[in-house]
């Protein structure tokens, strides 16, 4: 009889979504005291943001689930969990469409991470509690979502790092690379007036 998985095994197949959700909810919880001020209206202001970035972002994130679609179907990468990846190229129609469910999400939780970052680009420079640095917040923010997408999708895979294919680890690395700009891109929508 075998063993029962461990913790760390049963949250292993789980750690991309449960992690990025984290990512987004500690964004959001802990960013606009420390930018304003620890007030409902603090949160009221980051909400608005949250919303305005995740339907900016929109546009992108479908985008992004369609166009990265062929990562999958050439066996490199996918936004869903690593088994889903082919060796034959033939992903079924259930794991292309969680490869692009997966994908659609991610990108909206890097835009609404990046939105905070955006809003705490917009109120640095408003002459809040932090002052300006010319850090570019949005990025940052997107970089976390990204570099978290990665090393968890990557840890995902049953293989050791060191037996991943190697067209593996760079198709991942260039999904992740995808979520970075979320923020930057919806703020281009956003002002463009290309809401969704």
Known sequence: MSDPPSTL???????????ILAVVVAAAVAVPPLVLDLTPRAYAIAAAVLILAVIST???????????LP?????????AS??????????????????????FVYVLAAGAVGGIGVGVDVASSAGALTPPTGVPYAYLAGGGVGLTFVGLQLWRHDDPVGDLGTRTVPGTIALGLLLVPAGHIALWLFGRGSLV
Request: with cysteine; proline share 9%.
């Open 9 to 19: 095994e049963r949250f292993r197949s789980h750690s991309v979504p449960v992690c």
């Open 58 to 68: 929109a546009p992108y994130a479908v985008a992004v689930a369609v166009l990265t």
């Open 71 to 79: 990562f999958q179907f050439l066996g490199l990468a996918s936004y």
């Open 82 to 103: 690593p088994r889903t990846v082919p060796e034959d190229g033939r992903p079924s129609l259930v794991d292309a469409l969680r490869h692009a469910a997966a994908g």
